[in-house]
C-alpha cells in the first residue's frame, strides 16, 4: 500500500522559511521519481516541483523557481521541500506524490504565510 506522510508545515511570516519532509512507503522509493504538489481551497492542486529517482533532474514551478528545492535521501525513503523567502501566496496544504501516480497522496501539510 503506498503512503505518504508528510510533514514540516506551519505558519510563518513573509520572508520565512520551512522545511517539508515527505516520508514514503510501500512501493520502491529508489526507483521513482516524487514530487510536490500544493493547494488552496477551491483550486486545483497545481504543481511545484519535481526530482527524478536519482536526483540528477530536478524542476520546479516558475511561481517557486529562485525560492524552493527539493532534495530526496533513498535510504531514508524521504523526499525534501526547502522553502525560503516564503510569500503569502504560498499558503496552501502541500502534497508529496510518485511522479506520474495521481491516484495516491498523503494527509497534506498546511503552510500558511502571514504578517
Known amino acids: 500500500q503506498v503512503q505518504f506522510v508528510e510533514s514540516g508545515g506551519g505558519s510563518v511570516q513573509p520572508g520565512g522559511s520551512l522545511r517539508l519532509s515527505c516520508v514514503a512507503s510501500?512501493?520502491?522509493?529508489?526507483?521513482?521519481?516524487m514530487k510536490w504538489y500544493r493547494q488552496t481551497p477551491g483550486k486545483e492542486r497545481e504543481f511545484v516541483a519535481t526530482i527524478s529517482a536519482h536526483s540528477d533532474f530536478v524542476r520546479v514551478a516558475d511561481s517557486v523557481k529562485g525560492r524552493f528545492s527539493i532534495s530526496r535521501d533513498n535510504l531514508q525513503n524521504t523526499v525534501w521541500l526547502q522553502m525560503n523567502d516564503l510569500k503569502p501566496e504560498d499558503t496552501a496544504v502541500y502534497y508529496c506524490g510518485v511522479w506520474g501516480d495521481d491516484d495516491n497522496w498523503g494527509q497534506g501539510t498546511q503552510v500558511t504565510v502571514s504578517s
Open positions: 510501500g512501493f520502491t522509493f529508489s526507483s521513482r521519481g
